[in-house]
């Protein structure tokens, strides 16, 4: 069977080549781009099963291309690949719906791990959406398959994670999942980086449902989360 379509964008030739050849090994058909300009074009002629973006490109930078392909596909799988280290990088990257963020210098099999578990995922999400609905969450109506949460009529679009993780602690309400079972259901695995952006995760969605005081994320220490829908 025909592996993926990947656009991968790295202005570093050197590494561009490396990763872009390992991965036609691996069966992907992979376009490569080194200048941000040209990204979004690239992007509507090829039609990519998944993107890989740096973030420092020339002309227009990860994010900007991240947020422009998110308008034209909001359920796309998006990996950001980068250097830079900072906290608010890896909380922006995922605020602007990125599916993960691997750190430079990184592992082949890493990256084709998390390809792999981007792509399953998706697929798994488009085998679901038929048989979704909208959930009624106290105040808010959830819509799992559009990726939104509404209070009043007024709708914020959910990242894929975020909106993988409202699901899963609803379907599980008044429950304790434990955080290593979400960390290898949603990521793939429970490394250290993954619990800390989890972290993130749960803060975000805490916030987005503060406006019901019925509902609760409630951390069970060295256990996992339990929403309570009271």
Excluded at 99 to 119: G, H, Q, V
Excluded at 141 to 156: D, I, K, M, Y
Excluded at 205 to 215: C, F, I, M
């Amino acid at each position: 069977m025909k592996k993926a379509r990947i656009l991968y964008v790295e202005d570093e030739i050197f590494l561009a080549k490396i990763v872009k050849e390992s991965l036609e090994s691996r069966g992907y058909e992979v376009i490569l781009e080194t200048d941000g300009a040209d990204v979004l074009t690239r992007f509507k002629k090829y039609n990519p099963d998944l993107c890989i973006l740096d973030v420092m490109l020339p002309n227009k930078d990860g994010f900007t291309i991240a947020e422009e392909i998110r308008e034209l596909s909001p359920d796309l799988p998006i990996i950001f690949l980068t250097a830079k280290t900072q906290t608010t990088d890896l909380v922006k990257g995922f605020q602007l719906g990125a599916n993960d963020y691997i750190r430079k210098p990184f592992s082949m099999e890493e990256l084709i791990a998390r390809i792999e578990n981007a792509l399953r995922n998706r697929s798994n999400e488009v085998l679901q959406s038929l048989a979704r609905n909208e959930m009624g969450i106290g105040k808010y109506a959830f819509n799992p398959h559009r990726q939104t949460l509404s209070e009043n009529g007024a709708e914020r679009k959910l990242s894929f994670r975020e909106n993988e993780l409202l699901k899963l602690l609803f379907e599980n309400r008044d429950r304790v999942i434990d955080r290593r079972d979400i960390l290898n259901l949603l990521w793939g695995s429970d490394t250290f980086f993954n619990s800390r952006t989890l972290d993130v995760y749960i803060t975000k969605l805490r916030s987005y449902l503060k406006n019901d005081p019925s509902l609760q994320i409630i951390t069970i220490k060295g256990i996992g989360y339990r929403f309570v829908t009271s």
